[in-house]
């Protein structure tokens, strides 16, 4: 997989490498010879990156699954031996949702892990090898805001990751309330209380609502400083 990442990285700096030989060199001296080759080169990469990535994706795919096949197996089998004191303690909701969600949140930290951290990872590396042949004094001029990138990422991160633990809370208590109003419908028609559940399951949807729009507009606004500060070195630069 790492393999096929670093290869995947390296075919997708091909193209903008490919654009500036042709701005360069083949429109100027308008040599169309050279551009039939460099069409057929462009033709080339784009078939074999497609394939790579057709590829690198199923690989994915298939080592996420099963490692969510195995954590799913050991974590049933884990709660199947636990004391009846502790399915006394705990919601039924919770189980559930824990079982089931947050085990295919698994799904995502690989995909995390594997297309942004090790993909960019290796794509920022040779990048930089390319920044640094072309023009150092940019490029550690550049580098120079790195410190400060790295911690606005890790500041909102800390600052998401509470709002997440919360919200994932908050959707818990909402299944655990369905799972026990649902069960115990009968008791609930016999003393006529679906007005007030049913009140109390729009409040509870609607609190689940609001925390998740405020959660939406923290990481829309972590990303629009971030990318001021992206922003930042190209205008000294320039």
Known sequence: LLFITGLLSILSLAGPYLVKILLDVILPKKNLALLMQLMSLFILIFVVKTLVGIWHSYQTTKLVEN????????????????????????????????????????????????????????????????????????????????????????????????????????????????????????????????TKKLNEYTSRSKDLIVRDLKMDLLGSFSEAVIGIMTFIPLLLIL
């Not at 550049?142 to 990751?161: D, E």
């Open 67 to 194: 490692m969510i096949l195995d954590v799913k197996t050991e974590l049933f089998s884990h709660l199947e031996h636990l004391d009846l004191s502790f399915y006394h303690t705990n919601k039924v909701g919770d189980i559930l949702y824990r079982l089931d969600e947050d085990v295919y949140s698994i799904d995502s930290f690989i995909d995390i892990l594997v297309d942004d951290i090790l993909l960019n990872a290796l794509t920022a590396i040779f990048i930089l090898i390319i920044c640094l042949r072309l023009n150092w004094k940019v490029t550690v001029v550049s580098l120079f805001f790195l410190p400060f990138y790295v911690m606005a990422q890790k500041y909102f991160g800390n600052i998401l990751q509470k709002h997440k633990k919360r919200l994932v809370e908050k959707v818990a208590d909402l299944i655990s309330f369905l799972e026990e109003n649902l069960s115990g419908i009968k008791a609930i028609k016999s003393f006529a209380l679906e």
